[in-house]
Every structure is written in C-alpha cells, then in structure tokens.
C-alpha cells in the first residue's frame, strides 16, 4: 500500500519536558496523536464528523521505540502514514525526527473503529474507504 506521508512541525515547550529538559515519556503519544489527527485532516477525513455519525475511533495497540532523547527547544518533524487498513481498523506508522534529520523514536498505532453508543468495533464507514483509496 502507498499512502501519502504527513509531515507535522512540532517545537519542544518547557512544559513538554521534565526535570533534567528530555521530553517525559509519555508526551510521545500526544505528538503522535497530533500527526494521526493531522494525517487523517489531509485526506479529508473529518474527526467531528464522525462522532457526528456515532463512530470514533480507539487505540488498541501501540508499539514505541525511544531511540534518542528529546529536548527542551527541539524541532520535530513527525512523519505519519496508513501502513494498512482492514474492515474496522488501520495501522498508522510513525516517525520522529529531529530537524537535522536523526530518528528519535518509531511508533505502530492500532486504531479500531468504534460505534460510540455500542462501545463495539465497526466497519469503517465507506466514505472513509472512499477517501483511503483516493489517497493511494
């Protein structure tokens, strides 16, 4: 599969960081979370308008390999794509990388498709199906 890449500029604030100025461990998934948001934004796929229609979606699994630190004041490109998709859900890959190029950190992100009220995984809806092939 061939998805386009998204490409998110992110800079590292104080409050990103913690005691010693390295990026506390768990904001990794927040700058993650700001790509896949970003991602789907650009192959116009609408977040609000899917909770519009009772579907969201979840993360169900999530792989992280913090390779270097991250530092107070750094330049981040987080780079995202679909690696795959399936009935309910979609594999997003994830890089970080520094504006000098180095590779920081690689993620794998599970997402199922939820039915709000149900709590249950869903089809993905075909207009997202729609707006995945368009964007091979």
Do not use: W
């Not at 199922?112 to 709590?119: A, D, R």
């Not at 995984?121 to 075909?126: G, H, R, V, Y």
């Amino acid at each position: 599969m061939n998805m386009p890449i998204s490409h998110l500029k992110l800079r590292i604030y104080y409050e990103d960081t913690d005691a010693d100025g390295s990026v506390y461990y768990a904001n990794y998934l927040k700058f993650f979370e700001r790509g896949r948001a970003e991602y789907l934004r650009e192959i116009k796929i609408s977040q609000s308008d899917l909770v519009k229609k009772n579907i969201s979606f979840v993360v169900k699994k999530l792989d992280i390999d913090y390779m270097k630190p991250i530092h107070f004041d750094d330049l981040l490109n987080i780079k995202t794509y679909i690696k795959s998709y399936r009935t309910t859900s979609m594999i997003f890959a994830q890089n970080i990388y520094h504006e000098n190029g180095d590779l920081l950190c690689e993620s794998s992100a599970l997402i199922v498709f939820i039915n709000l009220s149900k709590k249950k995984a869903t089809a993905i809806p075909p207009e997202i199906i729609k707006e995945l092939n368009r964007a091979l």
